[in-house]
């Protein structure tokens, strides 16, 4: 329990704030109670005595610990401490009683390294080039919906920087808490406010030397330029963004600004010191049957010799299981070695990996972002293959290999968006779980 709240009777709203595997717990017309797991998704729980006494009880104490009020005249309320937000809603606004969303931001790296490789969170080879990446000072921008895990992937990426290397956090809600999971580090949380603006606070993030800063969440135009100026600056960057697919990052980034800037040159900037995109995407998994979050794109931006702004998908994983892979461009590979570190072109596909298996009577495969027909069959056990006359880029589907790293992902992984309750708003919802059948563990 957070120990600014240790005052506050949470009453049995206790386990779920108690339970790891919740991160959100979202309160509603007089007594629903809606979590968002890590581990299931979304989904309601029934039978908690949760009602609207409780959480009007819970929000004055909140309102009182802060010197606030909590009523007509003040019907919002919002309370923060190191890792609870709690947002309430007055019921002489919300008309069924009052709404309350509590969101969890624990002060620790969730993701580890062995679980996320055994539950096909990410590739074995996608994982080891991407901290490749950040060894050699590329800025990353990680896309995905609400509730994708965003942060804690950003998290898992900055502590795997050089431990000399300074990070500036700046947040206009606390919760990377990078300075708290490593205290022995050189790091430094700046947070936002109305006196102090992004802008505000880069400047004087500028004045403390960072080496890499890590802005939360890309949501506004000063957010974007505050992105644009630093990775400008020399200094390198990690940060999130809404998007629905990687490529999209810089146009999406272009979006949010709210001048009439010369796009052309706008979206050229970002793909010149922008190394890479990254996009989480959350969905039911037929599969595990719960829940799953994966890395399912990771596009490298570039500008060419002549100017252009391009980029290439180096990895792309779709619903069905089949996947695109391809080597970085020699821009990636000159930049990296200025950053003085050495990555094999051949490093995500090697060259002797040609082949593409496909199980389906479809003779069309995508190679480079492009459709080819099938230059040759060759029957191998009474499977299909095909051969492609490109070299490092390929389509893998199950049970192939690509540098000895198998591809163990379903073919039947698929999104339900109406069936199944999921990020994206699924209506219908699974068995209700009873809160005592939550474990406090």
Same mark, same amino acid.
């Given at each position: 329990?957070?120990?600014?709240? &240790? ?30 797991? !890590?581990?299931?998704? *979304? ?23 802060? @010197? ?48 996320? $490789? ?12 991407? !901290?490749?990446? *950040? ?32 990070? $500036? ?54 957010? %974007? ?8 600056? @020399? ?27 010369? %796009? ?11 190394? !890479? @995109?990254?996009?989480?995407? @959350? ?41 695109? $892979? ?14 003085? *570190? ?17 199980? &389906? ?12 027909? *099938? ?67």
């Amino acid at each position: 329990m957070d120990e600014a709240f &240790t005052q506050i009777d949470f009453g049995p709203i206790k386990p779920f704030l108690e339970n790891d595997d919740i991160t959100d717990i979202s309160y509603s017309n007089n007594g629903q109670i809606w979590l968002k797991t !890590l581990s299931q998704g *979304v989904y309601r729980v029934e039978n908690t005595g949760i009602n609207n006494q409780l959480m009007e009880k819970i929000a004055f104490q909140c309102a009182n610990s802060m @010197g606030k009020s909590f009523n007509m005249a003040n019907p919002f309320l919002d309370a923060e401490s190191a890792e609870l937000r709690m947002n309430f809603v007055h019921d002489s606004i919300a008309k069924n009683g009052i709404a309350v969303l509590i969101r969890k931001t624990p002060a620790k790296i969730r993701l580890q390294k062995d679980k996320i $490789i055994a539950e096909d969170y990410i590739r074995l080879n996608i994982h080891d080039f991407l !901290l490749k990446c *950040v060894e050699g000072h590329c800025n990353i921008l990680v896309s995905g919906e609400t509730g994708s895990g965003k942060t804690e992937f950003i998290k898992y990426l900055a502590a795997h920087t050089k431990e000399n290397e300074k990070i $500036i956090t700046i947040e206009d809600t606390l919760e990377l808490h990078l300075d708290k999971i490593f205290p022995h580090r050189d790091i430094v949380a700046m947070k936002t406010n109305n006196i102090a603006s992004y802008s505000d606070v880069l400047v004087t993030c500028m004045r403390q030397n960072p080496r890499w800063i890590l802005l939360s969440e890309v949501r506004s135009a000063e957010a %974007v330029m505050a992105v644009r100026n630093s990775i400008s600056s @020399g200094h390198n960057i990690l940060s999130t963004i809404h998007a629905d697919k990687a490529e999209s990052i810089p146009s999406r980034m272009y979006s949010l600004l709210e001048t009439n800037q010369d %796009v052309g040159q706008f979206l050229t900037t970002i793909h010149r010191y922008v190394q !890479l @995109g990254v996009h989480i995407k @959350g969905y039911y998994s037929q599969k595990y049957k719960r829940f799953h979050r994966e890395v399912s794109e990771v596009v490298e931006f570039y500008v060419t010799e002549d100017n252009k702004a391009e980029y290439k998908i180096l990895y792309k994983k779709t619903p069905d299981g089949h996947e695109t $892979i391809a080597n970085p461009s020699k821009y990636l590979l000159g930049y990296l070695e200025s950053q003085g *570190v050495i990555m094999p072109p051949d490093i995500l596909v090697k060259e002797e990996f040609k082949e593409v298996k496909r199980e &389906t009577n479809n003779n069309d495969f995508v190679v480079d972002n492009s459709s080819y027909q *099938v230059q040759s069959q060759n029957i191998n056990n009474g499977v299909n293959k095909t051969v492609a006359n490109q070299n490092q880029n390929i389509i893998q589907t199950n049970n192939q290999r690509i540098n000895g790293i198998p591809n163990s992902n379903n073919q039947n992984n698929t999104v339900y968006p109406q069936n199944i309750p999921n990020i994206y708003g699924g209506q219908n919802i699974p068995r209700p779980v009873n809160i005592n059948n939550i474990s406090n563990s």
